[in-house]
């Protein structure tokens, strides 16, 4: 009899192993709540609490640098944290029970320049130019090795930029020895040629110019004249072949071609990676796949990372009486973390829920939580 | 009675009469009097004397109730002490006997009518909330009128002041903005900017530029920063408003009025900026209400899936509220609002209230339509002139045969979006108040999958709204 109970229970325990064995390694868990902090949960929260106008420029031991656009007669402004302080200014999310409410207060400009947008008192240390934007659009530019006024109608005038226009500008790229400028002219009609690129040596020497859409920038990279100033701008592969330029453009420097990111893919915030289907109108649920830009690139099908998404199991989770999903979207994309919108229809009329979904692919395991911050926008 | 009143018992009541007289005196509410009379007719002890001379009520439901809680104990404390004393005798004469008896009798019948007294109180103090709901809206109107008003004359700007070309999206019932958001990404144009007024109170601000060829949704901290923009400081783009209702299910009036005040504080209540509304589902009959309370204001309304008839499921709904609970509904959500129409409210714990169910299952929108055609017949020839534009969505089904003897093929269009008609949408019962009345197939796939939850996303209408605001632009 005990013979017999001891052979039932071990067939019983090998076919638990084999069950749990044969189990999907790449399903998703799915957990309601906040994640636990890592280093790219900060990631995220050092591009969530960057406003429209700011630009992250650069990391100095453990310190980050952005500056701050000029609009209209203002100066371009520099500020800085340290990643102890960014952690520190979101670390009360952890244990908020309103975390929708509490990011909504932490993203106020009063609160941000508060507690985490320290100035930057000596730019000098960091190679930064002091910019000032005084009427009729005169530049006022100071570098460590020289100073200049530059006239920028007269300078622009072939892209039809005018002393009345209104504009926004801002610094894109630094470095030891150049630095880019990126103007918005809204006063420009055709919105296509309205984004301008100003690239100068900090000796003030040498200046460059070109109108930011595909077609012009491509013109530009292929008459060679930006070539001394890709330094300036990060290499996002391994081959060190690939450079993103101004968050959106990819150089590829072997050929002199940009990379064209297809409508329905998503690029990383760092330019590192692609997210194939990211960017599609409804994300569809199911194997979510991401390539290295070498290899998307050169058009090959290999993916680095891939995870599962299913949209009934995160209804189930959150029990939702719901009718599948109305938007599905991805809305932070960086090198190990994705934020996803997802508001879910209800069953005869109206929305059953909203939640976004969090998954931190630096971790073991994939783990997606799922919490209500509110965000259905794109993050830059 | 059966029973003698004792003397200790008609001590207790003598100062009760006394008291509630000089109560009632103070009250000075018909009801309370009525009620309290009828009480007396029971207790059978003095008389309720107090007359109903004055001009002002003035009563706390709270303090009479706990009044008459401090009658009971003394009749329950009187029985008790009665209890004690007879308890202590040895040998209780008849006399005795018969005095305790008559005590505990009285007390318990007394006890009964004041509770039953207390049970009065309750219903008439909820009857004076539910007419003050009622009347609290038509006031809170006027009071933003005034304010409308003061702010038109003496000038006073707001945050938004010299916008001309404003869009307002509302959604309808068991909803949240987010549907209207995502289609107002896709329809807004280069310049424009898109604000977000949250359920909660938090406001959204976003931007719309063209980077890189890209049409780009920039979110802008806060109105401080917004105000740095250059979308904001031209102004040549339009405003587009996502509306999200206070309370989902929140009647038509509510939102109405709520929207008012909200677009005032704005600086958007004046001549020279014109609203164009947009509605799905019973935001359409909410756009349709603020048009009417404020016309002088509003340029357009294009709505889609909106009930302007009754409606059958909102009446289901209605009437078997624990079945709409079961599938996630909550008809049951309400505002402070109450109707002047009986017909449509419901109760909640003895509460009276009015909300978009109450509403949908007991009034066409006619109904208020017309009482506004014989009330302002200016009011409604500026209606007549506005561009009202209600949408419908419908499905197609297979074609099935049941006959024996051929095979049907194809598909055929079904007459509603499987929740509401597409005469209903199409606001036929509202006559020529209705401009165009365009038609647009959705997705879905029957009852347990509407269409009527596909239409805010749905491409064609998205197309609309670019369309109807690109054509409504001064």
New interface residues.
């Given amino acids: 009899m005990l013979k017999k109970q001891i052979i039932i229970l071990s067939l019983f325990l090998i076919i638990m192993l084999l069950t749990a064995g044969c189990k999907d390694q790449s399903s998703t868990v799915y957990e309601k709540g906040f994640p636990k902090d890592s280093p790219a949960l900060m990631e995220f929260m050092k591009y969530y609490f960057t406003?429209?106008?700011d630009k992250y420029l650069l990391r100095n031991d453990h310190t980050n640098v952005f500056s701050r656009g000029a609009?209209?007669q203002?100066d371009i402004q520099f500020y800085q944290y340290t990643d102890a302080q960014l952690k520190d200014y979101y670390q009360p999310l952890m244990k908020e029970k309103n975390q929708?409410?509490l990011l909504?207060d932490l993203?106020?400009?009063?609160s941000?320049e508060k507690s985490l947008h320290h100035s930057v008192k000596n730019i000098e240390k960091y190679d930064l130019p002091s910019i000032k934007m005084k009427p009729d659009l005169q530049l006022n530019i100071k570098t460590k090795e020289n100073e200049k006024k530059l006239d920028l109608p007269s300078l622009l005038r072939e892209y039809g930029v005018k002393k009345t226009d209104?504009?926004?500008i801002n610094i894109e790229a630094v470095n030891q020895k150049s630095f880019a400028l990126f103007i918005?002219d809204?006063s420009i009609e055709d919105?296509?040629n309205?984004?301008i690129g100003i690239f100068l040596t900090n000796d003030l020497q040498h200046i460059e110019t070109t109108i930011?859409?595909?077609d012009k920038l491509q013109q530009s990279v292929s008459s060679g004249k930006l070539k001394r100033f890709y330094d300036l701008f990060p290499k996002i592969a391994s081959s060190e072949r690939y450079l993103l330029l101004?968050d959106?453009?990819i150089v590829d420097q072997k050929t002199n071609q940009l990379i064209d990111i297809k409508k329905e893919d998503y690029l990383s915030i760092d330019g590192k990676y692609v997210y194939v289907n990211g960017a599609k109108d409804k994300l569809a649920d199911g194997t979510q796949r991401i390539q290295t830009i070498e290899d998307y690139a050169e058009g090959k099908e290999k993916y680095d990372k891939q995870f599962d998404i299913d949209y009934q199991a995160i209804a189930k989770e959150l029990g939702?009486?719901?009718?599948?999903p109305?938007?599905a979207k991805v809305n932070y994309f960086g090198e190990d973390f994705v934020v996803l919108s997802l508001?879910y229809?209800?069953?005869?009329?109206?929305?059953?829920g909203?939640t976004n979904v969090m998954i931190d692919l630096s971790k073991k395991g994939n783990t997606a939580n799922l919490v209500d911050l509110?965000i259905?926008?794109?993050i830059? | 009675m059966l029973y003698y009143r004792e003397q200790e018992v008609k001590n207790i009541l003598k100062s009760h009469v006394s008291k509630a007289n000089s109560i009632l005196a103070l009250a000075q509410s018909n009801r309370f009097l009525e009620a309290f009379k009828t009480s007396w007719e029971t207790v059978q002890y003095g008389s309720i004397s107090s007359s109903l001379t004055g001009s002002v009520m003035a009563f706390d439901s709270t303090e009479l109730k706990s009044e008459v809680d401090m009658w009971i104990r003394d009749l329950k404390a009187c029985k008790q002490q009665a209890e004690n004393k007879f308890r202590s005798l040895e040998k209780p004469t008849y006399e005795e006997e018969r005095k305790y008896a008559n005590i505990v009798s009285d007390v318990t019948v007394l006890v009964d009518t004041y509770q039953d007294l207390k049970g009065k109180i309750d219903e008439i103090d909820q009857d004076f909330k539910n007419a003050v709901r009622v009347y609290r809206a038509p006031m809170r109107e006027a009071l933003t009128d005034i304010s409308i008003l003061y702010h038109s004359v003496n000038h006073v700007k707001g945050n938004f002041t010299g916008f001309k070309n404003v869009s307002v999206y509302v959604h309808g019932i068991e909803d949240t903005g987010n549907g209207f958001f995502e289609s107002v990404k896709e329809a807004a144009k280069d310049g424009d900017i898109i604000l977000r007024v949250n359920r909660d109170g938090s406001k959204e601000y976003y931007r719309v530029t063209i980077l890189n060829d890209e049409k780009m949704i920039e979110q802008v901290s806060d109105f401080k920063k917004l105000q740095d923009t250059a979308q904001y400081k031209n102004k040549t783009g339009r405003l587009h408003i996502i509306y999200e209702t206070e309370q989902k299910n929140e009647h038509r009036q509510e939102t109405s009025d709520d929207l008012a005040e909200k677009l005032n504080e704005m600086g958007l209540m004046n001549e020279n900026t014109k609203i164009d509304m947009f509605g799905h589902s019973y935001g359409g009959r909410r756009s349709l209400q603020f048009a009417m309370d404020y016309p002088d204001h509003v340029r357009s309304i294009t709505s889609i899936g909106t009930p302007y008839d009754t409606n059958y499921l909102s009446t289901m709904a209605n009437n078997v509220r624990w079945a709409a609970e079961k599938i996630g509904q909550d008809p049951k959500d309400t505002s402070d609002y109450l109707d002047f129409n009986e017909k449509n409210r419901n109760t909640k714990d003895g509460m009276e209230y009015s909300n978009a169910y109450t509403d949908m299952a007991s009034e066409p929108m006619t109904e208020d339509i017309h009482h506004l055609k014989s009330a302002n017949p200016e009011v409604y020839q500026k209606l007549l002139k506005m561009d009202i534009t209600a949408a419908a969505g419908y499905r197609m089904e297979d074609t099935v045969s049941f006959s024996p003897y051929y095979t049907a093929s194809g598909k055929h269009k079904i007459s509603s979006d499987d929740t509401v008609s597409v005469e209903s949408q199409n606001g036929e019962i509202l006559g020529n108040l209705i401009d165009k009345k365009p038609q647009i197939e959705v997705e879905g796939s029957g009852v347990t999958n509407p269409g009527h939850i596909y239409e805010v996303e749905d491409e064609e209408f998205i197309h609309l709204i670019e369309e109807t605001n690109e054509k409504q632009r001064q």
């Avoid at chain 1, 229809?345 to 059953?352: D, E, M």
């Fill in positions: 406003d429209y106008n609009n209209g203002q929708k409410k909504h993203k106020q400009s009063e941000l209104e504009t926004e918005q809204y919105p296509v309205r984004t930011l859409n595909k101004f959106h453009m939702l009486k719901e009718n599948g109305s938007i508001n229809r209800g069953k005869l009329v109206g929305s059953a909203f509110g259905q926008s794109k830059k």
